[in-house]
């Protein structure tokens, strides 16, 4: 009786330390998945994901340390001594005149020789959404009055889904970072939290 007495309080003790153990391993699986979610919000944020652009308020605000690289920084952005002549700007086909962030591009001589024109960007842009051909709904079937004419540039795009100015800039500053970006960090997150799980 008194064996089985013994049994049965180290059953529970058991019992207890593996509960303990368990809620243990699932905090940890809630805290690390936290710390990773924060990790990609910073790293989504500090890139200027292009479907945001710089006009997200969160981008700006934590790319506010970044200011010295900022085109309105004439003392960092313009030394001719170091090759540095200002920002890069293009003119759109509306004659609007539009300026490349510093962080992608800076003048390296007077002229801005190295900085790409509109119609470089344009190019650029089409080969870009070309490489993700479903994302960005393309049809080279489309007929030539409905496709999207830039700047007389055809793009393999029906004329309501023309890119503006801003996108195509945004794009190039941004790297042409995948438009599956968001979904491939959530899969990393998700895969994340279910292997933590499972070991619990």
Known sequence: MLSYDK????????????RHCSRKC??????????????????????GNYKLG?????????NRHR??????????????????????????N??????????????????GSNCPTYNNLIYDYIDYIEAYPIYFHIDKDIILEEKCIINNI?????????????????????YYISPYSDYIFLGIIVSLFLCFISLC
């Open 67 to 92: 200011r010295h690289h900022d085109c309105t920084n004439i003392d960092y952005i313009y030394r001719p001594e170091s090759n540095r002549y200002g920002c890069c700007e293009f003119k759109d």
């Open 26 to 47: 699932k905090a940890y699986s809630i805290i690390i998945l936290l710390v990773v979610c924060l990790i990609v919000i910073l790293i989504v944020i500090s890139l």
């Open 94 to 111: 509306l004659n609007k005149i539009y300026t490349i962030s510093a962080n992608r591009n800076i003048k390296r001589d007077e002229s």
């Open 154 to 174: 055809t793009l393999p795009l029906e004329r309501e889904r023309c890119p503006s100015t801003y996108t195509i800039k945004m794009a190039y500053e941004n």
């Open 54 to 62: 710089s006009n997200n308020k969160a981008s700006l605000y934590f």
């Open 7 to 18: 049994l049965s309080k180290d059953e529970t003790k058991d019992e207890k330390k593996n």
